[in-house]
């Protein structure tokens, strides 16, 4: 039994999308990309029962929401009736230096659970995520994520029940950029570079400050995949072969 001309064809240009794979690969990972991150936050997003959202920060790096005035006007507030302050989110950028596919901080994200009137908070909010690449690279590029806000209600007893998350968007940035005729992007890994960690939680009146990572990941070309699926044909049609030779 012998190939078909067209699967002949096929396997040929395997050979060839993988060679131009692993020159991809090869180079890709010996690069290094350094330079300092910074970020502003974006035009946040209302939740259903957000009838009322206030906030501030667009285009800054602090951002706060909800209203913090949850005690009655009066000259003599009611007895264990106290305000912390709006919710507040601070990211902080850093320098870096990193491999390929290495994880890396990108940043320092404190925040701050404030106790706000119900219906005046938001539930996501973008972050714009900046980086300015070292002359090596020399362009700046902006990564757009997404952060999730879940606020409680605060009507629980237990202090852990009342706490309030923010969770990362681990989704691909929507954004690539091109070095060396190579496309790159980023990913944001979560909030511990050894586990999957993208939720960070706040008790009431409490500030938390963590470290985010991220990682540069190459976006391979259509051929590569192209030379990947050409090779599982490949195998699965050559061990059919084999087992009907033998």
């Not at 078909?4 to 096929?10: C, E, G, M, Y």
């Not at 009611?78 to 305000?83: H, K, L, Y």
């Amino acid at each position: 039994m012998k190939l078909s001309f067209v699967f002949a064809t096929a396997i040929s240009s395997f050979f060839v999308s993988a060679t131009a794979a692993f020159g991809f690969s090869g180079q890709a990972h010996a690069l290094t990309f350094s330079g300092i991150s910074n970020a502003t936050w974006g035009e946040p997003t209302p939740g259903s029962i957000d009838t009322n959202p206030i906030y501030t920060g667009v285009g800054n790096n602090i951002f706060t929401w909800g209203d913090p005035n949850v005690c009655p006007p009066s000259p003599n507030p009611p007895s264990g009736c106290t305000t912390t302050g709006s919710n507040k989110l601070t990211f902080n950028g850093n320098s870096f230096s990193t491999d390929i596919n290495s994880g890396f901080k990108i940043g320092d994200l404190t925040y701050f659970n404030g106790t706000v009137v119900q219906g005046t908070s938001v539930e996501f909010v973008p972050l714009n995520l900046n980086v300015s690449f070292s002359p090596t690279v020399g362009i700046s590029q902006v990564f757009d994520f997404n952060l999730h806000l879940v606020n409680t209600p605060n009507e629980a007893t237990d202090p852990e029940n009342n706490a309030d998350f923010v969770f990362i968007d681990t989704n691909l940035s929507d954004r690539s950029f091109t070095f060396e005729g190579n496309k790159y992007t980023l990913e944001l890994t979560g909030f511990n570079p050894d586990f999957p960690q993208i939720s960070i939680k706040g008790l009431e009146g409490a500030t938390t400050t963590t470290a985010i990572y991220a990682k540069f990941k190459t976006i391979p070309e259509p051929a590569t995949v192209a030379g990947i699926f050409l090779l599982g044909i490949y195998m699965i049609s050559r061990k059919k072969f084999l087992e009907k030779k033998y």
